[in-house]
């Protein structure tokens, strides 16, 4: 409770369970509650939150980790208490890029600046870039689809694989859940609000 995450990595045991969904609605939920929150997109294999925007992925993260652009300059407000930096040119080696000191320094600045850090990266299955980040970071929450065909010794390998750099893995998130029969939004025993999501 003194410490709380602060940088805090989304990754998933493999390809389109919804990771980067859950930043983007994640960052949204945060930034209605007041809280200074930034969205990164450090995955250079397939960058999405840009998308989701609406927003030209120009320069962002990599034309600040080439010293091309200040972090002012590639920070885009979205909503109040909401901002992003995007993935931006595409290093070809991103491994190498995500574990040197210009993104230690990088992370270091937001950490400074905002209340929350979202990190949207590879799934950790296909990459190590995720680890690279989880070592780096306060925290991971692991992003799982809930209607995908089980593989339970994937989401067990992701697992030991972030723990393996000494990560902490803050939870799972369960996306595409499919309610229970009679919880529909009507009844004492449900909820109705409204909210910007993103999908």
Same mark, same amino acid.
């Given at each position: 409770?003194?410490?709380?995450?602060? /940088?805090?990595?989304? %990754?998933? #045991? +493999?390809?389109?369970?919804?990771?980067? %969904? %859950?930043?983007?609605?994640? +960052?949204?939920?945060?930034?209605?509650?007041?809280?200074?929150?930034?969205?990164?997109?450090?995955?250079?294999?397939?960058?999405?939150?840009?998308?989701?925007?609406?927003?030209?992925?120009?320069? +962002?993260? +990599?034309?600040?980790?080439?010293?091309?652009?200040?972090?002012?300059?590639?920070?885009?407000?979205?909503? #109040?208490?909401?901002?992003?930096? %995007? /993935?931006? #040119?595409? #290093?070809?080696?991103?491994?190498?890029?995500?574990d040197s000191q210009p993104f230690a320094t990088f992370l270091a600045e937001v950490r400074e600046q905002f209340d929350y850090v979202l990190v949207d990266s590879p799934p950790v299955q296909a990459v190590s870039d995720p680890v690279v980040l989880a070592a780096q970071a306060d925290g991971v929450l692991l992003i799982l689809d809930a209607q995908a065909p089980r593989r339970t010794h994937l989401q067990q390998e992701a697992v030991r694989s972030l723990e393996a750099v000494r990560s902490v893995v803050l939870g799972l998130v369960m996306n595409n859940v499919e309610g229970r029969p009679g919880w529909n939004g009507h009844g004492s025993d449900s909820y109705s609000y409204e909210e910007y999501t993103i999908r």
């Amino acid at each position: 409770m003194d410490d709380p995450p602060k /940088a805090i990595v989304l %990754t998933s #045991p +493999g390809l389109r369970e919804g990771k980067s %969904t %859950t930043c983007a609605n994640l +960052g949204v939920v945060l930034a209605q509650a007041d809280k200074e929150t930034l969205l990164v997109d450090c995955d250079f294999r397939r960058p999405a939150l840009h998308r989701m925007f609406g927003l030209r992925n120009a320069w +962002g993260l +990599g034309g600040v980790l080439q010293d091309e652009r200040s972090l002012r300059e590639v920070c885009i407000e979205i909503l #109040p208490n909401l901002k992003i930096v %995007t /993935a931006g #040119p595409l #290093p070809p080696n991103p491994v190498e890029v995500l574990d040197s000191q210009p993104f230690a320094t990088f992370l270091a600045e937001v950490r400074e600046q905002f209340d929350y850090v979202l990190v949207d990266s590879p799934p950790v299955q296909a990459v190590s870039d995720p680890v690279v980040l989880a070592a780096q970071a306060d925290g991971v929450l692991l992003i799982l689809d809930a209607q995908a065909p089980r593989r339970t010794h994937l989401q067990q390998e992701a697992v030991r694989s972030l723990e393996a750099v000494r990560s902490v893995v803050l939870g799972l998130v369960m996306n595409n859940v499919e309610g229970r029969p009679g919880w529909n939004g009507h009844g004492s025993d449900s909820y109705s609000y409204e909210e910007y999501t993103i999908r």
